[in-house]
Antibody, heavy 122, light 107 residues
């Protein structure tokens, strides 16, 4: 059974930093791309970032590019999201997710963590 | 960036109704579209991928169709467990993007 356990959320002041972690189990971690998706209170889903299995390629939403950095440690089965220069509009539940992929492409997200709440407020 | 537009934003329906949700992409995404269901306080759940492929374990009353820029999610006979919010997501190009969501409410 796939399990994704996020940690690191909390209250941070505007301009501050936070690092989210997501520990994965139940699948061959290094073989799968991983994704962060966020959801502001009462709002829809927003794709944030994605990293390939080797950790050599990362992609970001325009809203976080230059401020957030996604990385992974395949030896620890863990992905990270380093969030810098945080703004009030970054307040959201952050979900860690496993990409659904076949041998050639990824085509969705098939497993999600429970989410961790990040609140940016003074 | 590719913009995804869902309609309607809210839909009121009764148990047993046939329900259709539309998702339009601002440019062609071939069939690189996924649909998710989300219930309050829960993470989303993948229903459909590659526009029309049913994810394992998802009831067959859910179906997806379309290609290019216009896509639909159909629930053939709405069940009590289906009242939720539905999102489309394009997987054609980065940055990946979600539609704004469609909330299916009890009529």
């Amino acid at each position: 059974e796939v399990q994704l356990l996020e940690s690191g959320g909390g209250l941070v002041q505007p301009g501050g930093s936070l690092r989210l972690s997501c520990e994965a189990s139940g699948f061959t971690f290094k073989m799968y791309a991983m994704t962060w998706v966020r959801q502001a209170p009462g709002k829809g889903l927003e794709w944030v970032s994605n990293i390939n299995g080797r950790g050599s390629e990362t992609y970001y939403a325009d809203s976080v590019k230059g401020r957030f950095r996604m990385s992974r440690d395949n030896a620890k089965n863990t992905v990270y999201l380093q969030m810098n220069t945080l703004r009030a509009e970054d307040t959201a539940i952050y979900y860690c997710a496993k990409d659904a992929c076949d041998t050639a492409n990824c085509y969705g997200v098939d497993s999600w963590g429970q989410g961790t709440l990040v609140t940016v407020s003074s | 960036d590719i913009q995804m537009t869902q309609s309607p934003s809210t839909l009121s329906a009764s148990v047993g109704d046939r329900v259709t949700i539309t998702c339009r992409a601002s440019q062609s995404i071939s069939n690189w579209l996924a649909w998710y269901q989300q219930k309050p306080g829960k993470a989303p759940n993948l229903l459909i991928y590659k526009a029309s492929s049913l994810e394992s374990g998802v009831p067959s009353r859910f179906s997806g169709s379309g290609s290019g820029t216009e896509f639909t999610l159909t629930i053939s006979s709405l069940q009590p467990d289906d009242f939720a919010t539905y999102y489309c997501q394009q997987y054609n190009d980065y940055p990946l993007t979600f539609g704004g969501g469609t909330k299916v409410e009890i009529k």
